[in-house]
């Protein structure tokens, strides 16, 4: 089974960057598409970024596209999210997601605040 952990958030200032990660283990992400997610105070969880299980291809929310990029390590078991620019409606809960046809894994997310 695969287990999966976010790290690096933290409180930044607006136009700020941070760099996120998650980590699996008990498996690679070699088999799974990997995104990330995020729940902002009072808001349902919405989507940021999306990289697919070959790491060819990559798809980001409006509101992030341009400031995010999203990528695999090389040791396939771990995945980042640059984030920069940061704004502070980017404040959120950050979720790494792996899945598959039959598989949906999420980590415990790690909080990111932007300060204005």
């Known amino acids: 089974q695969l287990q999966v952990e976010e790290s690096g958030g933290g409180l930044v200032q607006a136009g700020g960057s941070l760099r996120l990660s998650c980590v699996a283990s008990?498996?690679?992400?070699?088999?799974?598409?990997t995104g990330w997610f995020r729940q902002g105070p009072g808001k349902e969880r919405e989507f940021v970024a999306h990289?697919?299980?070959?790491?060819?291809?990559?798809k980001y929310a409006d509101s992030v596209k341009g400031r995010f990029t999203i990528a695999r390590g090389d040791a396939k078991n771990t995945l980042f999210l640059e984030m920069s620019s940061l704004k502070p409606e980017d404040t959120a809960v950050y979720y790494c997601?792996?899945?598959?046809?039959?598989?949906?894994?999420w980590g415990q997310g790690t909080r990111v605040t932007v300060s204005s």
């Open positions: 997601k792996a899945y598959n046809w039959r598989e949906i894994y």
């Open positions: 008990g498996r690679t992400f070699s088999r799974y598409a």
């Open positions: 990289i697919s299980w070959s790491g060819g291809s990559t």
